[in-house]
């Protein structure tokens, strides 16, 4: 079957929700998802302002069909109730919270969601950064058959500083690979972490493709200057499109009807490729429908 409801979510721009010309700036960027960031990126003193600022930017409906999410403040943290109270009632497609721990924490949030009217269809998105998360991952994902949750973030920063690691790729491939594997085992988006040199487009382009081929959906980014680049990576490629529309065409073929295994361009085809090939085009047509 072919998914329907997807949604481009190739670049997802995190924005300070305190620089306001980051605010007015985000409203023209081609990035899919735009994360209004209370978190991290906000210092203490201005946490009150950023929230205000989010939450007035986020109902004037000045982001056209962006995705819009909030990150709050984490759960120990003297912001994260009203954070989460204003969120829920910010109208943003869904809610990223740092430092998630264990599933207890989505069980939590996601009930919290509910008391805090949150839309049926607001979302809860995990950062996935810190070691007990890496460690409790089947039970977060889990959550997501029957919570809010929908989406992993991936956080190095954080993760390096947590493992007392170099920030450097290779210490995260096999959680990498194990985020991608807990979130698609449970239908859950998942996005690649930063990468904070922006002005080196090679260097973003070669984790763009590495978070590709590990199959993440897509990355987030922290400078206009990114967007370009991971919505180019993560779209589906001309060559695998052509072959997606090659395989498409050839089980329509009544000399191929009924069969489960055919061969396309000399290699075995199966139905499962048929699906791959039918999503891919999916994939493809929903970018396009966004940009118009
Ligand atoms: N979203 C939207 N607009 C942004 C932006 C972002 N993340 N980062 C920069 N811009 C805008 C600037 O406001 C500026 O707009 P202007 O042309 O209207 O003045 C323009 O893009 C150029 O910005 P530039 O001068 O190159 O960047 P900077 O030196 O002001 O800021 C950072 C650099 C890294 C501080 C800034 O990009 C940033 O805050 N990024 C997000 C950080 C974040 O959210 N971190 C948390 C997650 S890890
Ligand atoms: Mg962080």
Redesign the pocket.
Known sequence: MTQTNYRPRRSC????AS?S??????KS?A?DT??F?L???VAPDAKDDAREQACAALQSGAYGNRELVV?INATDTPWFAQDLKKACRSGADAVLVPKILSAEDIVTISDLMDEYDAARNSKLWAMIEMPLAILNLPQIAALGTQKRLTGFVM?F?DLAKEMHADHDRANFASVMTQTVIAARAYGIEVIDS?Y?D?NDPDGLEAECLEARRLGFDGK??????QIETANRIFAPQAEALAEAEAIIAAFRDPVNAGKGVIVVDGKMTELLHLKQARQLVATAAAIEALAK
Not at 220 to 225: G, M, N, R
């Open positions: 721009l995190y924005m300070p620089n010309r980051a605010l007015e700036k985000a960027l990035a735009i994360i960031d978190e991290d990126a990150r956080g920063n930063v904070n922006f987030s980014l922290i400078h206009p200057v």
